[in-house]
């Protein structure tokens, strides 16, 4: 099956520093992935698409300079949390798009997520 | 704009059949998907249905579609404790553009075993 891996699973930062967080898809090649963010007892709201070679598409209120996107091979994507503040603090899922022939040819998997604290 | 709703708990009996509901805006959409999410863990793709379908059956997985009322269900047949964990509801928007955009899910339906 399509397995999606993200890097950390869980970090603990002080206020003002930048976290980096790993996005592997490691058995198929994906083209789109997408970055979410969980809130407790609320849904998981999309943050933005990264599209492999090219610049990431932001949802409406989401800081593109906050919240850096790099999607350098078909396989990698990255979420850098510059100047993060305790507000970040947050669960960020990761998912992956993989495309297939057959009846259902388009899904999103998902990676097992990130746990941000921040101090 | 898209919102999806779902009832944030649901406890059922081991053995029973478990009814978790869910209601979306959009008409648009084209697929729509429930997703488990056990504790500690990432997302499972558990099931979806075309939005021109009214019914989708696997195993002990049954998906309802009313698309007049925008209404979804997953029904769960002879729930073992092992289905304990929160189920999203989420809809994919295919715009006029092509390809997929993300999901947009609900908040999520914490599904409770009691023995």
């Known amino acids: 099956g399509a397995v999606v891996s993200q890097h950390p699973s869980w970090v603990i930062c002080k206020s003002g520093t930048s976290v980096k967080i790993e996005c592997r898809s490691l058995?198929?090649?994906?083209?789109?992935m997408f970055w979410y963010r969980q809130f407790p007892k609320k849904s998981l709201m999309l943050m933005a698409t990264?599209?492999?070679?090219?610049?990431?598409?932001?949802e409406q209120g989401v800081e593109k300079d906050k919240f850096l996107i790099n999607h350098a091979s078909l396989t990698l994507s990255t979420l850098t949390v510059t100047s993060a503040h305790p507000e970040d603090s947050s669960f960020y899922i990761c998912?992956?798009?993989?495309?297939?022939?057959?009846?259902?040819?388009?899904?999103?998997?998902f990676g097992p997520g990130t746990r941000l604290t921040v101090l | 704009g898209e919102d999806v709703e779902q009832s944030l708990f649901l406890s059922v009996r081991e053995g029973d059949s478990s009814v978790i509901n869910c209601t979306y805006t959009?008409?648009?959409?084209?697929?729509l998907y429930w997703y488990k999410q056990e504790p500690g863990a990432g997302l499972q793709l558990l099931t979806y249905?075309?939005?021109?379908?009214d019914m989708k059956q696997d195993q002990r997985l049954t998906v309802l579609l009313n698309k007049k009322d925008k209404h979804l269900s997953l029904r769960i047949a002879d729930t073992q404790t092992g289905d304990s964990a929160i189920y999203f509801c989420?809809?994919?928007?295919?715009?006029?553009?092509?390809?997929?955009?993300?999901?947009?899910f609900g908040k999520g339906t914490h599904l409770i075993i009691q023995p």
């Open positions: 998912s992956a798009r993989r495309l297939t022939s057959g009846e259902f040819t388009d899904t999103q998997y």
């Open positions: 058995d198929f090649q994906a083209t789109t």
């Open positions: 990264s599209n492999e070679g090219s610049k990431a598409t932001y």
């Open positions: 959009d008409s648009s959409s084209t697929y």
């Open positions: 249905i075309f939005s021109n379908m």
């Open positions: 989420a809809e994919n928007l295919m715009y006029s553009g092509g390809g997929a955009d993300g999901l947009t």
